[in-house]
């Protein structure tokens, strides 16, 4: 771990030591870790991510998700449940919202992807990353990044005309904090702004 | 997930040559996730997301929907919203936005079974592994078939889009390496009985290219009913997709699928019959009700369906009839 670990390298190191302590032998319908890919395996991928061209060779299982936290260290769209269940790795490809876990990242070739990490403008955040902060939308924040986005795309549909519309449009990001008024309220702060 | 090797397919016929032995990919939303799991191993990806096949087409008779048109294109197409009500309805009635813009209506035909002992390796599941047993018969059983199940699989189907196209009696459109065939959509899903590993009439290699949808009265006036465990974002308890021309005060024709209760949509045209010539009310379409559901057999966790099925049709019959 290094000097001045961050969050990220304490869960890591944390989930390394639970294994370590044996704390996991329970799970056992938690599939066998996956051979690594032969590098003959391995295949090419060109995709554009925040704005930027990106060019790489991957294990054709790598899905979205992994692609982009473990292949290009952007560790902003979550894995959550891994299996379309929950909206914590929401983001954008080609302007739409997706959940990133049940994407194979072959399957965006060349596409344009926005994460959470490509939604502020240098400094400036996005207006719905300012209202998120304003209406208080978020207690530990793991979902945020995903209910953000996730927010930005019901903006774009044109569909977000009622409470209950938002709410609904909304359902695919849990909150497992139950922020779920003032996540409505920071979507509905920028509601008709256009 | 398994090693497999990935294509993307340049054409129609380009995938159905790369068929047999293959899998085909379009969204995704089914066949990662349960590749993840390693229920689903196929060695062979033929990705067909990127053929021409999304196109959504009004023909003189009926509408045309390509096999790769996601749900929500299909849910906010104009025509979609106009002559078939219960479809846009149910598309979004099911999942999530962003499942909704991946998923196609091909991956939706095929979608697979939610079935918690399918999707889990370490019990016993003849769908998943012929021979294994059945682990749901004994097992937690709220979400499973009180319709169409055999003593080797209660599985429960679990597409909205399915029920809804079940009712319209859509017809499905293949191409494999013997040519083009059309599946009436009731024959295209395939009951249990001895071989729940045989979920559908596909022979090896066939790719779905479309769904076409005859236009009707009844389609025009229907509606969709889902009851869930929660607002948003679940499977179905129940729910039904139904449709009633009208003419005179009388049904002239009906259309009527249950979901949530199958183990395919349930689709039950004696209980259409039973609604034709009758004055759309409470007691005809409670009659119908009853003859939906009859020959269920529940289990220990799923008794409360049979009721709920019922009165979800008599509300969906009820909607339909009160017009968009």
Redesign the interface.
């Known amino acids: 771990m290094p000097p001045n670990p961050g969050r990220r390298d304490v869960l890591v190191g944390g989930i390394a030591s639970a294994i370590g302590l044996g704390l996991l032998d329970g799970c ?2 938690v ?1 066998t870790a ?2 690594a ?1 032969a590098p003959s ?1 391995l ?1 090419d991928l060109s995709l554009e991510v925040n704005g930027q061209r990106r060019a790489l060779r991957i294990d ?2 790598t ?1 979205l998700l992994d692609l982009l936290r473990e292949n290009l260290g952007l560790t902003g769209a979550k894995k959550g449940c ?3 269940q929950c ?1 914590a790795c ?1 983001v954008l490809v080609d302007g ?4 990133s876990c ?3 990242a ?2 965006v ?1 060349g596409r344009k992807v926005t994460t959470i990490e490509g939604l502020a403008r240098g400094e400036e955040l996005h207006p719905m990353q300012a209202a998120f902060i304003e209406e208080d939308a978020f207690q530990c924040g793991y979902c945020t990044p995903g209910q953000i986005l ?1 927010a930005v ?2 903006l774009a ?1 044109g569909v977000a005309d009622s409470d209950g519309a938002i ?3 909304m ?3 849990i909150c497992r904090c139950g922020a779920y008024p003032n996540i409505c309220a920071a979507v509905r702060r920028l509601r008709g702004r256009g | 997930m398994r090693h497999f090797s990935y294509q993307r397919a340049a054409s129609v016929e380009d995938a159905v040559r790369a068929g047999p032995g293959a899998a085909f990919l379009a969204g995704g939303t089914s066949l990662v996730d349960l590749m993840k799991l390693e229920v689903l191993n196929p060695s062979r990806l033929v990705d067909v997301s990127r053929l021409d096949l999304r196109g959504i087409e009004a023909r003189p008779d009926g509408l045309r929907i390509g096999a790769c048109a996601t749900n929500s294109e299909v849910a906010a197409h104009p025509e979609v919203k106009r002559r078939f009500p219960v479809l846009s309805e149910a598309l979004l009635s099911g999942a999530s936005p962003q499942l909704r813009n991946v998923a196609t209506v091909a991956g939706n035909l095929m979608q697979r079974t939610r079935c918690a002992y399918y999707r889990d390796l370490a019990t016993a599941c003849n769908k998943r592994e012929p021979g294994s047993g059945c682990a749901a018969l004994e097992g937690w059983t709220r979400m499973h078939a009180i319709l169409g199940g055999s003593e080797r699989c209660i599985a429960l189907h679990p597409s909205d889009m399915c029920v809804a196209m079940a009712a319209l009696q859509a017809v499905i459109h293949v191409r494999g390496p013997n040519g083009d065939r059309d599946i009436p959509f009731g024959d295209f899903h395939l009951l249990p009985g001895d071989h729940p590993e045989r979920e559908f009439a596909l022979e090896p290699g066939e790719l779905v290219l479309s769904v076409f949808i005859p236009f009707s009265a009844a389609g025009m006036r229907s509606r969709y009913v889902k009851v869930r465990d929660r607002a948003s974002y679940a499977f179905a308890l129940a729910s039904c997709a139904a449709g009633l021309e009208i003419a005179s005060g009388k049904i002239r024709a009906a259309q009527l699928a249950l979901g949530g209760v199958g183990t395919k949509p349930w689709r039950v045209p004696e209980a259409e019959q039973a609604l034709q010539g009758q004055s759309p009310e409470r007691v005809a379409f409670q009659r119908a009700a009853e003859i939906a559901v009859r020959g269920a057999q529940t289990r220990r966790d799923n008794a409360f369906k049979m009721e709920l099925a019922r009165r979800t049709a008599v509300r969906a019959l009820t909607l339909a009839a009160e017009g968009a």
């Open positions: 056992a319908t599939p996956p051979a890919a395996d295949v054709p299982r899905t891994d299996m379309g909206g929401t739409q919202r997706i959940d049940l994407a194979l072959l399957q070739e996730s795309a019901l549909e709410r609904e449009g359902s695919g990001n």
